[in-house]
């Protein structure tokens, strides 16, 4: 499948919450307990999202010129890394809508997300995940990730990722 990112606009968060809910509407079903705050999100979750629109953070992930994805690509993550000295790109909120999962389009994205990244001279790539979702922790392992610490949030217990791209 071929996909391009677009810099989402900040008038296009609806659409953002939407995917959010949708993913945690498919993990409860599931029985994954991971983002059920997205299912009825409080004014400081939507205030993050915000925030990350304004900023020009988030990205679209376009097939056939509908969205079937999100992310948010920052130069740093100081709530859930802190300050960190060496330069790095994170990955949050990484979503692909549930009529488009599989086909390893995540793995496509964490791929061109590599590239996009060493074309900025930064060889570095961190993430973060539910450390309950052991599905999700065993995926971005085989992506090439590597689990350097935990960090507990208000939410969950998150394991936080990195990947060298040298």
Same mark, same amino acid.
């Given at each position: 499948?071929?996909?391009?990112?677009?810099?989402? @606009?900040?008038?296009?968060i609806k659409e953002a919450l939407a995917m959010?809910?949708?993913?945690?509407?498919?993990?409860?079903? /599931? /029985? %994954?307990?991971?983002?059920?705050?997205?299912? @009825?999100?409080t004014e400081e /979750? !939507?205030?993050w999202i915000r925030e990350g629109?304004?900023?020009?953070?988030?990205?679209? %992930?376009?097939h056939n010129d509908k969205? %079937?994805?999100?992310?948010?690509?920052?130069?740093?993550?100081?709530?859930?890394?802190?300050k960190e000295k060496e330069k790095a790109k994170y !990955?949050?909120?990484? $979503? $692909?809508? $549930?009529k488009y999962?599989?086909? /390893? %389009?995540?793995?496509?994205? !964490?791929e061109k997300l590599s590239e996009n990244a060493k074309k900025e001279h930064i060889f570095t790539l961190r993430l973060d995940c539910n450390a309950a979702n052991r599905k999700l922790c065993e995926y971005y392992e085989k992506q090439g990730f590597t689990k350097v610490r935990e960090k507990l949030m208000p939410d969950?217990?998150?394991?936080?990722?990195?990947?060298r791209l040298i």
């Open positions: 499948m071929n996909f391009k990112f677009r810099q989402a @606009n900040k008038y296009e959010l809910k949708e993913a945690a509407e498919n993990l409860k079903s /599931k /029985k %994954i307990e991971q983002w059920e705050f997205w299912l @009825n999100p /979750k !939507i205030a629109f304004e900023n020009g953070e988030f990205y679209f %992930i376009i969205i %079937i994805g999100m992310f948010r690509w920052l130069d740093e993550d100081t709530l859930y890394w802190g !990955i949050h909120s990484l $979503v $692909v809508k $549930v999962a599989g086909n /390893k %389009i995540g793995e496509k994205i !964490i969950s217990l998150n394991n936080l990722y990195e990947k």
